[in-house]
């Protein structure tokens, strides 16, 4: 009966759904690792056995009770029976689902007086992760190679009760873990660590054999919704040499104990006979243990084993992933980027279940959104899943997210299941199709073709204007390129450049981590400046990636008197950081007349540190994400006060302050606006201009000033190969727009200063220059200019990695077009609409 045709049976199981399965009628369902489906059979035949008997309370004595009793025991023995435990070596108690008997071991360990030490897999699902937070000590094993290290170590480490646990299954990409491990770490470790074993996932497609009781987990459990489709139920399996661990919980109730004291005395006695007593509290689920009596039943007409069952889902997951992976976009680029193991295999039910993870590409090898994915799906009737998965470690670990990466994201409104799933250009999930015992190849093949219509660029759109090229050339001819790039992480703080050779995101709110951060002042909550404080500048922040922290280093004249010269916060918005107080939650911090609300830095060192620094009473602010998990997206994740004066500005100019010649031939752009506020996305200057400046400063016996003090973001110069006498300072008083490396920015105006300009950024001591001559060759109009307001022009969103994920660097070509170019330019053009 085992050795089939496949296809042969694909035919059977076809016919089979007709009969059995009619919800699945126009559908293509493809979440069987969320639940698989229950027969029609079984729901009748549940019906009739419900309308046929009087079932009653079993813990009553009445003969309907009694016969209620019967069946559920008779229920237990024949689950044990389907995974080969001997019901002298194992117990079985019921619980709601694979989550509440992991809870109910966690509670036993928890009930162990000295605490108890926890290992989990990285693959786990989320529910076994939670466990963790009872564990005294706990560690996440990140490879399988790590547990293989850990076993080989002989005993255990820790004096403190042990539990490691895994999934049989990933529940995210159906990889299946080695099997085995039970019992090598029973041998090594001389049983001082329990196993409990996790197998909601492999048992609605595979066997699980417990036969032999020193292989078997300690702990095993199972989701049957997820094998029978119904009823809503799940499993413990217990070992019953390890029974003893139960001895110690402490929690009783309504059929786990003999008798119970309450009033004067208090004392109780636990029912001793058998351990799914003493761990069955209430009443029993006894429907549903008594539908999957029928469900079982019904199982087995229909599928004969779970073992048939294994060997149709791994022929048509071979065939899925085959097809899957084969599909190409017209210029060659790969359209499923599926999340498998090097260890396991489609078709080798040993190591794969019938899960596919994955996300897609486009032409360009940018990502898809599984937002639109998943839309697209809904309409054409396929039943899949997307997001997080309920595996975050697998997921981070496939995707590559660093640990402040994802709490970042959460910041950044990103939960399990809303639409921006594009950060940073990486998905920050995943879709998932898993097959069960009734898909068939045709399911297989209409996923595929659904993949092929709506994802597969073939040849790539011709209907996309060519230009913005999505990969447009960095300028070859020009003359001028970002001498440094700089941010400002705590704003009115100082520089931190952006180290050589480093791409640094743009973003349409400015460079990443560019004035993130604030210092407010505690009794008016307004924002603090180096106009009146001028010792901001000596504060150093320093951005490290690598280990997710903002470094902030007190520096020159601040160090003195003071004993911590350095602090670290983290650059994810982890919100238990930030005050509770309801004094400064939610505080409008005052930044250049703007209200912005600011999240203040709970911490007292936090405080204190710059409170110190600075001799005025000052708490570290962020300023938060917005959007809170609704629609935001990546281009405008925060809420900044400039942009929306972006928009107020435009097509303000103040007249006479620059010749007008650019609005004659323009009349599709609106004029370049001159913005009032000294606040925008992006500060560029010119190296030429600077220098222009500073001969000026000098000839006057001045200070000369430094490119900081302008708070540029972005510094241009000419090339050195530039001929001398060749440099054009103010050049960019008539730039519109410039490219820079593959991105284009649009400058918004020129940037008006105040005596701010004039703090040196080393010593936090006030000069009058740069301030004096400039005001005697940039003013018009009683207003001083120097340097230009810039924000990013973002490409086509979802096109090329380039606009998902634009970056700059040091050193990086740029080109300025005037406007009289720019009009002339294509490219151009189709950015500005
Ligand atoms: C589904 C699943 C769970 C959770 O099961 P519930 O029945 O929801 O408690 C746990 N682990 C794995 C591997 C699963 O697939």
Request: charged share 20%; glycine share 8%; with cysteine.
């Amino acid at each position: 009966m085992d050795v089939v045709d496949p296809v042969k049976y694909d035919h059977t199981i076809e016919e089979l759904r007709e009969r059995e399965y009619p919800m699945l009628q126009g559908t293509t369902y493809l979440d069987h690792a969320g639940t698989t489906l229950y027969a029609k059979s079984t729901i009748e035949r549940f019906s009739a056995d419900m309308v046929s008997n009087l079932y009653g309370n079993p813990h009553s004595a009445s003969t309907p009770s009694q016969l209620t009793a019967r069946r559920v025991e008779d229920v237990r023995l024949r689950l044990l029976r389907l995974f080969n435990a001997d019901p002298g070596k194992f117990d079985m108690v019921f619980v709601a689902n694979a989550t509440a008997g992991i809870k109910l071991v966690m509670d036993a360990f928890r009930d162990q007086e000295e605490g108890f030490w926890y290992g989990y897999h990285r693959d786990s699902h989320t529910s076994l992760i939670g466990v963790r937070e009872s564990a005294k000590q706990h560690r996440c094993f990140t490879s399988d190679i790590e547990v293989e290290q850990w076993m080989n170590e002989s005993g255990s480490q820790t004096p403190l009760p042990s539990l490691f646990a895994y999934p049989a299954q990933s529940n995210m990409n159906g990889r299946r873990l080695p099997l085995d491990w039970p019992r090598r770490i029973r041998l090594t470790k001389e049983s001082a660590v329990y196993t409990l074993l996790d197998a909601a996932a492999l048992v609605s497609t595979s066997p699980l054999n417990l036969g032999d009781p020193e292989f078997a987990p300690d702990f095993t459990v199972l989701s049957l919704y997820k094998v029978f489709g119904f009823p809503d139920l799940g499993a413990l399996i217990i070992r019953k040499d390890s029974s003893c661990l139960f001895d110690k919980r402490r929690y009783f109730g309504g059929g786990t104990v003999e008798m119970v004291v309450c009033l004067k005395e208090q004392w109780h006695a636990k029912k001793t006979d058998t351990l799914h007593e003493c761990l069955e509290d209430g009443t029993l689920p006894i429907h549903s243990i008594m539908a999957l009596d029928t469900a079982m039943s019904v199982h087995r007409d229909l599928f004969g084993s779970l073992g048939r069952i294994s060997k149709h889902t791994a022929f048509l997951a071979a065939d899925l992933y085959k097809s899957l992976s084969s599909l190409q976009h017209g210029n060659g680029v790969g359209v499923c980027h599926i999340y498998k193991d090097p260890t396991s295999f489609y078709g080798d039910s040993r190591t794969q279940g019938p899960i596919i993870a994955f996300n897609i590409r486009n032409h360009l090898g940018g990502w898809v959104s599984n937002a639109e994915v998943e839309k697209l799906a809904a309409v054409k009737n396929f039943q899949l899943r997307t997001g997080g998965l309920c595996n975050p470690g697998g997921v981070a670990y496939s995707l590559g997210l660093a640990p402040w990466e994802m709490r970042e994201n959460f910041s950044a409104g990103q939960r399990c299941g809303n639409d921006n799933d594009i950060i940073r250009s990486k998905p920050t999930g995943m879709i998932r199709v898993s097959l069960g015992p009734m898909s068939t190849l045709k399911d297989v093949s209409s996923f595929v073709e659904f993949v092929r219509e709506f994802f597969v660029q073939n040849p790539p759109l011709m209907d996309v204007p060519p230009v913005p090229p999505p990969h447009a050339e960095p300028p070859t001819l020009s003359h001028l390129h970002v001498e440094s790039l700089s941010i400002y992480p705590i704003k009115s703080c100082a520089a931190w450049s952006v180290p050589p050779g480093k791409a640094w995101e743009v973003r349409r709110e400015g460079l990443a981590w560019d004035r993130e951060w604030c210092l407010v002042h505690q009794g008016t909550g307004a924002a603090l400046s180096q106009k009146r404080y001028p010792k901001m500048a000596l504060i150093q922040p320093s951005i490290d990636l690598d280990e997710g922290l903002l470094r902030i280093r007190l520096t020159g004249s601040l160090q003195r008197g003071i004993q911590i010269h350095e602090i670290a916060v983290p650059l994810s918005a982890d919100p238990r950081m930030f005050s509770e107080k309801a004094m400064y939650k939610d505080l409008t911090a005052k930044v250049c007349g703007d209200s912005i609300h600011a999240k203040t830095y709970g911490s007292s060192e936090i405080s204190t540190f710059f409170t110190q620094a600075l001799g005025v009473a000052c708490h570290l602010a962020r300023f938060p994400a917005v959007g809170n998990g609704t629609s935001s997206t990546t281009s405008s994740r925060r809420f900044k006060g400039y942009l929306q004066k972006f928009q107020k500005a435009g097509g303000m100019r103040i007249p006479g302050a620059f010749p007008d010649t650019r609005t004659l031939a323009l009349t599709n752009w609106v004029s370049k606006p001159i913005l009032l506020s000294n606040e925008s996305p992006i500060l560029t200057i010119s190296r030429s201009s600077l220098n222009r400046l500073n001969e000026l400063i000098k000839i006057e016996g001045g200070k000369a000033a430094q490119a900081e003090v302008f708070r540029a973001n972005i510094v241009i110069a000419e090339n050195l190969d530039c001929p001398p006498g060749a440099e054009r300072p103010y050049a960019e008083d008539d730039w519109r727009y410039i490219q820079i490396g593959q991105q284009f920015f649009e400058m918004l105006g020129p940037c008006r200063r105040c005596q701010m300009v004039c703090v040196d950024q080393h010593t936090a001591e006030r000069d009058q220059e740069p301030f004096v001559t400039l005001s005697k060759t940039r003013r018009f109009d009683g207003r001083v200019y120097f340097g230009e307001h810039t924000c990013h022009l973002p490409m086509d969103e979802a096109s090329s990695p380039f606009a998902q994920n634009p970056t700059i660097s040091v050193g990086d070509p740029v080109r300025p077009f005037r406007d009289d170019e720019a009009e002339e330019d294509l490219c151009l053009q189709s950015l500005v609409s």
